[in-house]
């Protein structure tokens, strides 16, 4: 029995002191990399020196397994840089991916087997569609398009991209909503911003890697298929959690002045990272691409993130920014009919802001009142209505004396008082406002 337990004893001091060699390992080969590659040589510099003092590795000494290490470290890893990319991660799966990634470039075996990965990859973004997750022709020839992340399969996506454009291709203005989006890959941007930007080829940024000593000048594709939208408004949808390349997108297209950023001031992580192995067990997510935007000279402060042009939460910034969209839309047109559309649509959308400053009074009906076909009656605090004696349904109240019903044929209704009777007014979109003198 004292055997079994002095034996049980040795193997726990011998794993212990194992795992200790080998976080010290991975810390210290961390160090070499971050000193040598971080976006900027003297924060690399300052990290590197840090994480290898004793007082910081001992503080790893009782964790009790792989993802206990990699969360503390990835947390001080981004309180010393201030960076909010940078991390260790424990996967031993997608370690033997990267690896086999780089294997590949010399090795015809390997080649073959990171073919099959890229391949499986390619599934996966193909049922995520390339992260197109909403794409919506609104009323008011508004078109809004959600990007829940950005595919680094350009040429696969590129067609999935030419069909979004095509669909939205009558819109007017584009609501552009990346509340829920993470990033993704750079190598997206020339295809993504070219139909933003142009319509000749822009020079929209340039990308830097102080590692290799390398600039690369970075211009939008002219030759993308589908409509574009160089000449439309465009309203971007933000949020706290909008990071990483999201966050490049707005930044880039907000620089050159194409679009109006409405909502939450975004996360504020402005670098661009690569994974490198560590060892078999885990990589570094260091940031080592640096972006700067061809307009301001710079890009956004990490941690500080993007300050919207029109504050909302994230809740409400799609409708702020529809109504921005009508608004603006209505003050370019001078088409009467127009004008009368994009109104009748603001109606609609203006009690989903903010209806402090709407008055939602109902009309003084103490019975039910016919109106040549139509029937109301307030019942509870509610319009309703019944025509041509169908069932009766609730209007939704628009405020301000507009009612709407939204069915198959939609119309806004209001009833007046005029000289003592009541009059109903019925508004359908392009058709002249119908008054009906009460029966």
């Known amino acids: 029995m004292k055997l079994t337990l002095y034996a049980v004893v040795i193997l726990l001091i011998s794993s212990s002191y194992a795992n200790d060699f080998a976080y010290r390992e991975t810390i210290n080969t961390t160090a070499n990399i971050i000193e040598h590659q971080f976006y900027s040589e003297k924060i690399g510099l300052r990290v590197a020196n840090q994480i290898r003092q ?21 947390k001080e890893l981004r309180r010393i840089s201030g960076d909010n990319h940078i991390g260790v991660v424990y996967s031993p799966k997608d370690v033997k991916r990267y690896k086999l990634r780089e294997q590949a470039k010399t090795d015809i075996n390997a080649r073959k087997k990171n073919k099959i990965n890229q391949t499986n990859q390619l599934i996966e973004s193909k049922k995520a569609n390339f992260g197109i997750q909403g794409l919506i022709a609104l009323e008011g020839n508004i078109g809004y398009l959600e990007m829940s992340y950005f595919d680094g399969f350009v040429d696969e996506s590129a067609p999935v991209f030419q069909s979004a454009m095509e669909f939205l291709s009558n819109s007017q203005a584009i ?57 439309k408004p465009i309203y971007i949808l933000t949020s706290g959690t909008t990071f990483s390349l999201a966050e490049h997108v707005t930044y880039h297209l907000k620089a050159f002045g194409r679009a109006t950023v409405v909502g939450e001031r975004t996360y504020g992580g402005g670098k661009a990272f690569d994974p490198v192995v560590l060892n078999d067990d885990f990589y570094l997510r260091i940031p080592r691409i640096e972006m700067v935007n061809t307009v301001t000279k710079s890009m956004y402060k990490e941690s500080e993130g993007i300050t919207p042009d029109v504050p909302a939460t994230a809740e ?16 370019m047109s001078n088409d009467e009919q127009l004008i009368q559309y994009y109104t009748w649509v603001q109606r609609v959308i203006s009690p989903k802001v903010d209806g402090t400053n709407i008055n939602f009074y109902l009309p003084l009906l ?64 392009w058709h002249d406002a119908r008054v009906i003198t009460e029966n």
């Open 175 to 231: 609501i552009l909503d990346l509340r829920r989006n993470g990033g993704g890959n750079s190598r997206i941007l020339p295809l993504f911003l070219g139909y933003f930007l142009g319509p000749e080829s822009v020079h929209f940024g340039n990308k830097i890697e102080r590692w290799k000593n390398q600039q690369t000048k970075l211009f939008t594709k002219t030759n993308t298929q589908g409509t574009r939208y160089f000449d």
């Open 54 to 74: 004793e007082k910081f590795v001992e503080q790893f000494s009782t964790v009790k397994n792989q993802q206990e290490f990699t969360d503390l470290f990835s």
């Open 316 to 331: 409400s910034a799609f409708y702020v920014a529809y109504l921005l969209a009508l608004e603006n839309l209505k003050t």
């Open 366 to 429: 103490t019975r039910q009142h016919k109106f040549d076909e139509f029937e109301f009656e307030v019942r509870n605090n509610e319009m309703w209505m019944s025509f041509r004696n169908l069932p009766w349904v609730k209007l939704v109240n628009l405020g301000n004396g507009f009612f709407y019903d939204d069915r198959a044929i939609q119309q806004q209704i209001k009833i007046k008082q005029v000289h003592g009777k009541f009059e109903l007014h019925v508004h359908r979109l």
